[in-house]
């Protein structure tokens, strides 16, 4: 089985950053850690930004392209996303998740939009507040 911990959250200010990690640990090998969700309270999970498991494009939802930024170190088997000029509606709880490389190879804007809502391996989620 795959463990994912997420780490980095907190309060930060509107304009502010931060970066939060996901690292992953147990059968690494056998899993690929697909990308970034958040869900804010009342509202639906949603994809953030993943990584294509053929080619490593990366994809953004449209209201964090150009201020978020992912990127994975495999040799640490984590997943960063760096999040720059943060607002208000920025705030939720962020989670990490995985999916069996045996399940074949996808873009990273079927993972976001859709692949995820059949994932069982989540992380635990890091809170991230931006208010001032």
């Known amino acids: 089985q795959l463990q994912l911990v997420e780490s980095g959250g907190g309060l930060v200010q509107p304009g502010g950053s931060l970066r939060v990690s996901c690292v992953a640990s147990?059968?690494?090998?056998?899993?690929?850690?697909i990308g970034w969700f958040r869900q804010a309270p009342g509202k639906e999970r949603e994809g953030v930004s993943c990584?294509?498991?053929?080619?490593?494009?990366?994809y953004y939802t449209d209201s964090v392209k150009g201020r978020f930024t992912i990127s994975r170190d495999n040799a640490k088997n984590t997943l960063y996303l760096q999040m720059n000029n943060l607002k208000p509606e920025d705030t939720a709880v962020y989670y990490c998740?995985?999916?069996?490389?045996?399940?074949?190879?996808?873009?990273?804007?079927?993972?976001?939009?859709?692949?995820?809502?059949?994932?069982?391996?989540w992380g635990q989620g890091t809170l991230v507040t931006v208010s001032s």
């Open positions: 147990g059968i690494t090998s056998e899993y690929y850690i």
């Open positions: 998740a995985a999916d069996r490389r045996e399940m074949g190879y996808y873009s990273g804007s079927y993972f976001c939009e859709k692949r995820y809502r059949y994932l069982d391996v």
């Open positions: 990584i294509s498991s053929s080619d490593g494009s990366t």
